[in-house]
């Protein structure tokens, strides 16, 4: 049961951690670095749907995990598991319903650098940018509360 529950911690561990990096190391990185934002943006992507998949995949696993480990239905509505369910949801519309979108957009574009301001394809892009940071910030948040919901559940015991 000791290695189930802490197969569950690095699963969610590892979900957050890559948020974290992505979010405060690599975009505000790539942005700096590279050439243009285009290039910018092009690694963002790529990363961001590594790390989708990843999360999609981790939470998976720690909501199986609890359920070998306490065989109930109980452990799959705990308030733990509701904020993996919560990451695992945002993470899915955003990499099924968002970035597609968003992706199309810059195909149509050709350039962000180059598209004038007054475009609409540039507005819906950033209102699109917009919905995608909310997202990933509130996966952030529910693995922050799923981290400190299964803490309590040891100390519990």
Request: proline share 3%; net charge positive; with cysteine.
């Given at each position: 049961?000791?290695?189930?529950?802490?197969?569950?911690?690095?699963?969610?561990?590892a979900?957050?951690?890559?948020?974290?990096?992505l979010?405060?190391?690599?975009?505000?990185?790539?942005f700096?670095v590279l050439?243009?934002r285009?290039?910018a943006?092009?690694i963002?992507?790529?990363?961001?749907?590594?790390?989708?998949?990843?999360?999609?995949?981790?939470?998976?696993?720690?909501?199986?995990?609890?359920?070998?480990?306490?065989?109930?239905?109980?452990?799959?509505?705990?308030p733990?598991?509701?904020?993996?369910?919560?990451m695992?949801?945002?993470?899915?519309?955003?990499?099924?319903a968002?970035?597609?979108?968003m992706?199309?957009l810059r195909?149509?574009?050709?350039s962000?650098?180059t598209?004038e301001?007054?475009?609409p394809?540039?507005?819906?892009f950033?209102?699109l940018?917009?919905?995608?940071?909310?997202?990933?910030?509130?996966?952030?948040?529910?693995?922050?509360a799923?981290m400190?919901?299964?803490?309590?559940?040891?100390?519990?015991?």
């Amino acid at each position: 049961m000791t290695l189930l529950r802490a197969i569950e911690f690095l699963g969610l561990s590892a979900w957050l951690g890559s948020d974290i990096f992505l979010s405060f190391v690599v975009a505000p990185g790539a942005f700096a670095v590279l050439g243009s934002r285009d290039q910018a943006g092009a690694i963002v992507g790529y990363s961001l749907t590594r790390m989708h998949w990843m999360g999609i995949v981790c939470g998976a696993v720690i909501l199986l995990l609890r359920w070998l480990r306490m065989r109930s239905l109980a452990s799959l509505v705990a308030p733990a598991a509701i904020c993996v369910v919560v990451m695992m949801i945002l993470t899915v519309i955003s990499q099924l319903a968002v970035s597609p979108r968003m992706v199309a957009l810059r195909v149509r574009m050709v350039s962000i650098e180059t598209t004038e301001a007054w475009n609409p394809l540039l507005g819906e892009f950033r209102r699109l940018h917009t919905v995608s940071v909310g997202m990933e910030s509130g996966v952030l948040l529910a693995g922050m509360a799923a981290m400190f919901l299964m803490v309590r559940e040891i100390l519990a015991r």
